[in-house]
Each structure stands twice: as C-alpha cells, then as structure tokens.
C-alpha cells in the first residue's frame, strides 16, 4: 500500500466527523487573517497617536491590541480542540476495528504476533499516528498560513525591542507552570487508562483460545469500548489543558506589548519620533520566527505518522478465521465425536501432525490420550474446536462434519483446562462467570465442586477477591481448580483436560484429580497427560505417536500386552 492509499484510507476514519474537522480548519483561517490586522493596526495607532491625532483615548488603544491577541488566542484554541475531538474519535473507531481484526483473525496469526506487539498496534499505533498527522496539519494550517500573511512585514530588522520579552518572562512562566500541573495531572490519567487498555488487549491476545471457546468477541469488544471511550475522553481532555498553553503565554505576551505601546505613545505626545513602523516591523517578525521553525519539521511526524498508519492497515487486513459452516448445534447434544483417517499437515512442515487418525469416543466416556510430545495429542483438541481443518479425512460431531458446522457453535460445546492457565485481571467471580450472567448461587457451587470454596471463603472480600494480572496473586492449584470451576460455570457438554496437572505439587493434583472424577459419566471426558495416574481410570487410553494411534485399551489390558503404555508405565512407577 503506497502512502497516498495509505493517507486516503485514514481520511476515510474521519470522514464521519469532517464537520469538526472542517470547523477546526475555519478557525485557523480565520485566526490567520488577524495576524497582519495586529501589527498594522498597531503601526496605525501608534503613528497618528505619536502626533497627538488618534480619536480614541491613549487608555483604549492597549484594550483593542489585548482584545485582537485574546480573538486570535481563541480561534487558536477552539480550532485545535476541533482537530482534536474529530481525530480522538477518528482514533476510536480504528482502535475499535483492529481488536476486532485481533479477536476475529485466523489462527496462524498468534503464531507470529506476539502480545506486546499486538497491544502497541491497537493502542498506541492509532494515537501516535493520527497525533503525528494532525499536529502536521495544524502546524501547515496555522504556521503556514500565519507565515504566508507575516511576508509583507519582513523588510525591517530590530532586535533590539527583542529584549522586551524578559520583562514578562515571570508571568510566561506561572502560566506555563500552572498549565503544565493540569496537563501532567490529566496525562497521567489518560496514561493509566491506557494501561488498562493494554492489559485488556493482553488477556485477549493470550486467552484467544479461551475468548472463542466461550464465544466471547462480543463480550470483549464491549469490556474494551468502554475502556477506550474512557481514554478518549482524558485523551481530548488532555489536548485542551495543552490547548490553552498558546493563547494564555500570548496573552501575556500581549501585555507587554500593551506597556511598550502605552510608554510610547506617551513619549509621542511628549514629542519624540515616531516608532510605529518600527513596532509593526518586530511584531511581524516575532510572529513569523515560530511558524517557519516548525514548518521545517513538518515531514518528519508526517512520514512517521504515514508508516504507523500503515502498520495498523497490515494489521487490519490480517485474514480473518475461515468459518464457511452453516449448521447449529442443538443445546444439549449428545456429544459423539469421531475421527476417520484424518490427516493434518501445518504450513511449512514436512511431516503431518496427525497421519490417517481414526478415534471414536462415544458421549459420556472418558478418554485419555498420551504419549511422548509431537505425537499429535494437543492437534487433536485443536481439531476438534476447529482451529485446525483436516488435510485429509473427516472429523464429526453427532454425524455432522465438523466444517460444516458453525465455529461459534461448535466451541460452545467444549470446556478445555491446560496446563497453559489463562485468567483474566478482575475478581475470582468475574473469572467463573466470565461472558455468561453472574449467578452468585451458582458461582458458589462451581467453585465447592473445583475444590477452591474453602479459599474464598478465607479471603476478606470473597468471591470479589482480585486475582491479578493471569491469576498472578494465586498459586498454581489455586488458579488450575479456578480454570476448572469457570469450565464447569460452562457447563459444556465435552470437556478437555490438556496436561492439566502437569505443573502442579502432589496435594493440587489430587484436588484437580477429584474434580476430574466427579464428572466422570455425566461429562465427556478427554484426557491428556504425562502423567499418567491421571489417566489409569479412563475408559479407553490412546497410546499416539508420530500422529498415530499405537495401542488403546483400558489401564489393566494396556499394562498386560506390555507395550509402549506398560513401559511408560514403569518409567514413572505406577502400579
């Protein structure tokens, strides 16, 4: 995309708002056609007032010059805080599409993007970008045109008047002092807010599996517009203190001139010479020294703003994740899945994950499957959630091909536990609830049957108890017995133990054991492990290797044909 599409494709977010937009460009006309009005107003009344013939008081003149820079401070500050709302919600709204590209992309992009990147293109790419190209507007609109007025006026040099400037220099400086206090205060707000932001965009980059399992986009995309909108408000009120900087330091300025304009027109009715050129002349040339500074560093934020933007559009155009199904499941299927010689290859790689699968699990059993890592086992869960499509062969749900029912659909019907715990900052209730209605009766048995109400029941503020950033303030079988009750909240017809107590001591995998027992033929049941005492009670153990299935029976048959299972067996010494 070149950097005009790039720049036509931006405009189009503010679009919507171009009648801010436009208001905030009339205002800096308008404020530009007061610049040569000062300086020649200026020169006017200070010539006839040398030689006693102005029509006015001497005491009014300094009112009218204060009033025309307090006009112009105005225009200044209403135009900028018009470019300001209109990009802040351009902002927002292209915040709001790129998390939708995020949650709704296939999944090959979270093999290659990670967190951090992720949360800088949707927070801070669309603010620095529309910041960079907005402040290159102003400063083309204002400076430019500001410059182009103040031409006419350079053909003088005195610098000397120049100096007048340090007798207001302690009034710049508690104006710019106290301005500074508000914009700290109100940036530091807005910094805060984006830091949530962030750790929102963070939870949904790691938990995507969890966010699409429980159908959740629309949940997340509501939790983060409201965030967003937040910051955009402390954004534009943060841009306004900053607003006022210029009109209040010229403001100031503006008194000055007043004095110095005061003394000489006093000194001309005493019959000295008269100065009114020369007045005019280092007005012009104050005014004109800042906008030609800044339109020499225009280019810079503009190209840089061009390439941020640029990002944000490759984000955006990320594929989304394929999902041509049609079909619905019911709400309470019976649950029968079945592989037929499946094979699944990713990208890029030479050996297939799983190789002419067969696997039948009927609903209500519980199944384990195990074997060295590589062997295929965790391509069989993402197979059947639908983050991968078979190569080869046929997957089924209740005698439906799995690609023709809807993702949504299908994930609702999966409740998966790995050993990869992923929570999210808030309380020990909004984890177990997660996207469903909070049911504080029912949050509480979740949590009896995931062996954790005893905890709760310890902690001050109970089931509101903050947990942290992924469960960072829990230990380890404390946050594997939290992923098991907001699993269970589900109440999802298949559920999924993927290596779920892999990282957990003796006393939390007994817990996580017992829980996994209490569902036992009310759930289906598929169980994947290396440890293997979690799996000796199933109905069927699937021994997998190189994407195949080796040997399968129960615990007793699988340990008398002294195969791969009986040796892996007694590597771990089980008995």
Excluded at 136 to 142: D, E, G, H, Q
Excluded at 170 to 196: D, H, N
Excluded at 242 to 266: C, D, E, R, Y
Aim: with cysteine.
């Amino acid at each position: 995309m070149s950097h005009k599409q790039t720049a036509t494709r931006l405009l189009g977010y503010l679009k919507p708002h171009k009648g801010e937009f436009a208001a905030g460009v009339a205002c800096f006309f308008v404020s530009a056609a007061f610049e040569p009005a000062i300086p020649a107003l200026l020169k006017q009344l200070l010539d006839r007032g040398f030689n006693g013939t102005s029509p006015l008081p001497v005491w009014l003149l300094p009112l009218i010059v204060i009033g025309l820079f307090v006009v112009r401070g105005v225009l200044s500050f209403a135009g900028t805080y018009l470019f300001g709302s209109s990009t802040s919600k351009a902002v927002f709204s292209l915040r709001n599409d790129l998390l939708r590209a995020v949650v709704g992309a296939d999944a090959s992009l979270y093999n290659t993007l990670s967190p951090g990147v992720a949360a800088s293109r949707v927070i801070n790419d669309p603010n620095s970008t529309m910041s960079s190209l907005s402040g290159a507007v102003i400063t083309v609109l204002r400076d430019g045109t500001t410059l182009i007025a103040m031409l006419g006026y350079l053909f003088y040099l005195n610098w000397k008047l120049t100096l007048i400037t340090f007798a207001i220099a302690p009034a710049l400086a508690f104006v710019v002092r106290k301005v500074q206090k508000r914009v700290l205060r109100l940036g530091s707000e807005a910094y805060g807010s984006q830091i949530r932001l962030i750790g929102i965009v963070d939870d949904i980059i790691r938990a995507w599996r969890v966010v699409r399992t429980f159908d959740a986009g629309e949940f997340e995309q509501k939790r983060f517009r409201q965030e967003a909108q937040h910051f955009r408000r402390m954004t534009l009120k943060s841009v306004a203190a900053g607003a006022t900087m210029t009109p209040l330091t010229q403001t100031v300025a503006s008194l000055g001139v007043a004095l110095i304009l005061t003394l000489a027109l006093i000194e001309a009715n005493q019959g000295q010479a008269t100065v009114g050129d020369f007045i005019a002349f280092i007005t012009a040339m104050l005014m004109t020294i800042s906008p030609m500074k800044h339109l020499t560093d225009v280019t810079q934020p503009i190209v840089g703003g061009l390439i941020g933007a640029q990002a944000c559009f490759d984000l955006m155009d990320t594929p989304p994740e394929p999902d041509h199904g049609t079909r619905v499941l019911p709400d309470r299927p019976d649950g029968a899945l079945r592989f037929e010689r499946v094979t699944v290859r990713y990208p890029g790689s030479e050996h297939a994950a799983l190789a002419t699968f067969d696997l039948d699990i009927r609903p209500g059993q519980t199944i384990a499957l195990v074997g060295p890592s590589g062997s295929g086992k965790t391509t069989v869960v993402n197979t059947l959630l639908g983050f991968v499509a078979p190569t080869e062969g046929q997957v089924s749900f209740d005698g439906l091909d799995l690609q023709d029912i809807r993702k949504t659909s299908l994930r609702r019907q999966f409740a998966v536990v790995s050993q990869d715990i992923v929570l999210f900052d808030g309380s020990i209730a909004d984890n177990v609830a997660y996207v469903l209605p909070k049911d504080p009766v029912r949050i509480e048995q979740c949590l009896r049957a995931a062996n954790l109400w005893g905890f709760v029941e310890r902690m001050p503020e109970g089931v509101e108890t903050v947990i942290g950033s992924n469960g960072s303030r829990l230990s380890g079988g404390q946050r594997q017995r939290l992923a098991i009750a907001r699993a269970l909240y589900k109440d999802a017809r298949i559920w999924v133990f993927d290596e779920a107590t892999s990282a957990l001591d003796s006393e939390s995998e007994r817990a996580v054991q017992q829980s996994i027992e209490q569902l036992q033929g009310e759930k289906t049941l598929i169980l994947i492990a290396h440890r293997l005492s979690t799996v000796r009670n199933a109905d069927c153990i699937y021994v997998m290797g190189d994407g195949r299935v080796l040997e399968c029976g129960r615990h007793e048959q699988l340990i008398a044909g002294n195969g791969l299972y009986a040796s892996m067996v007694r590597a771990q010494a089980i008995t």
